[in-house]
């Protein structure tokens, strides 16, 4: 990747951490008004998260977040009884379908018809939400929709997220082609544009005539000794994928995919019109988390996952909202020249913030400590479950969260539909 080094720091997750304790520690000074933040309310946060985790696995035997646990939901192992069937006969074999699947998984969690429940087939589980993105990609995986030779449906080809057909999407999805017409056409054009990145990119994602996302999991396993880089692998996703994600921040002629400014009037003085840019990157960070589990089933350890940050999703950032920790103020609390781009990055820079503070203080109750307790397992034990659960118990309390956390015109972002 190329750029001056102020750009490629905001590729790395250490800068996304640094900026989101600095904007936490703004906010809580009073920088941006329609915000407060009301530290003595993690209690109650710490509370939810407990509760959460022990409810969910009161012997804390907890996996690595990601995107495994949606296809367990309904309590069906989903990769267990496909990879069963499939029978890989190699490792490689299946590391390059799980992370297929991983990488496909995260990518399609994006806006949604309002009233989305998808209905699986097999099994008639139904679900909304993100979890509907996960088991519609996971029903369009097995039904070999994404590859582009059945003697091996499980898999991702490039050629075949370049072609995909809008009606064949629609039914796939089980959304009405006239009424949701417009989000059809945003997603058909989403996943050509990541066949077209993944075609861009041979030297990290291609294999004789394959050409498939997953591959960049097995050129890494293959060049490791037993241990992947975490930074490595969302190095190589963003240097490629970050231009699909239009409509973020972009600095000089670099797009930098799901990264956004919070520019304050006051800044602007201060930097001579430079924009303060968020890295967020929670699409790539959650493909990273969810390759945790392909690479320990074929054999390899990845490190450096304390690097990466909790997810800025509408999970994370309801945690803190719903338990008092964030509060929003009514619309005559916003002061001139405050934006609502201002508030959603502010939200989501919170969150992570907030996120490494009750890590901590989780660790702390439990005398547990950060290797015994890693992040990945504190955000798939409690963080996130506990925030989705907060949003599932009132659909007016998640759309009103939604509004606050659109940042625009951005269909790869699940905020406010």
């Not at 990747?1 to 905001?10: A, E, I």
């Not at 008639?124 to 369009?140: E, I, K, N, P, Y």
């Not at 999703?313 to 945690?319: I, P, Y």
Request: glycine share 8%; with cysteine; aromatic share 8%.
């Amino acid at each position: 990747m190329t750029g001056s080094p102020s750009t490629l720091s905001l590729f790395k997750p250490q800068e996304l951490r640094r900026k989101a304790h600095d904007i936490l520690q703004r906010l809580s000074g009073g920088e941006l008004p329609s915000i407060r933040v009301v530290p003595e309310k993690m209690d109650g946060a710490l509370l939810s998260v407990l509760e959460t985790t022990r409810e969910t696995y009161p012997d804390f035997q907890i996996p690595p977040y990601g995107v495994w646990r949606d296809f367990e939901f309904g309590g069906l192992d989903r990769w267990a009884a496909l990879a069963t069937a499939r029978d890989f006969e190699t490792a490689e074999e299946m590391l390059a379908s799980a992370a297929d699947l991983a990488v496909v998984t995260a990518f399609m969690k994006t806006r949604h018809p309002s009233d989305w429940v998808f209905e699986e087939s097999m099994s008639g589980v139904s679900a909304t939400g993100s979890r509907a993105s996960a088991l519609a990609a996971f029903q369009m995986f097995a039904a070999g929709s994404f590859s582009s030779d059945m003697s091996d449906p499980y898999r991702v080809d490039a050629a075949t997220l370049i072609r995909f057909d809008l009606e064949e999407l629609a039914s796939a999805l089980q959304w009405d082609i006239v009424r949701d017409k417009a989000l059809l056409v945003e997603m058909q054009r989403y996943l050509k544009r990541l066949g077209e990145a993944l075609s861009l990119r041979p030297d990290l994602f291609c294999e004789g005539d394959a050409t498939r996302p997953g591959l960049l999991a097995v050129k890494r396993a293959g060049d490791s000794e037993g241990v992947v880089d975490a930074e490595r692998l969302l190095d190589n996703l963003l240097e490629t994928l970050a231009p699909v994600w239009d409509g973020g921040a972009v600095s000089g002629d670099v797009s930098l995919g799901d990264s956004f400014a919070l520019l304050r009037p006051e800044k602007a003085a201060e930097t001579g019109g430079s924009d303060d840019i968020v890295p967020f990157h929670t699409a790539a960070q959650e493909m990273v988390y969810s390759m945790v589990e392909p690479f320990a089933w074929a054999g390899f350890e990845v490190a450096g996952l304390d690097l990466l940050t909790a997810p800025a999703d509408a999970a994370h950032v309801a945690l803190f909202v719903e338990t008092g920790v964030l509060e929003i103020l009514p619309a005559e609390a916003v002061e001139d020249g405050e934006t609502s781009i201002d508030r959603t990055v502010a939200l989501r820079a919170a969150a992570i913030a907030l996120s490494d503070r009750l890590a901590d203080r989780l660790r702390e109750e439990l005398e547990a400590s950060a290797e015994q307790l890693p992040l990945t397992c504190i955000l798939e034990g409690g963080t996130a479950r506990a925030g989705a659960r907060l949003l599932e118990q009132s659909a007016e309390k998640g759309k009103n969260l939604g509004q606050y956390l659109d940042p625009g015109d951005v269909f790869w972002l699940p905020f406010g539909q």
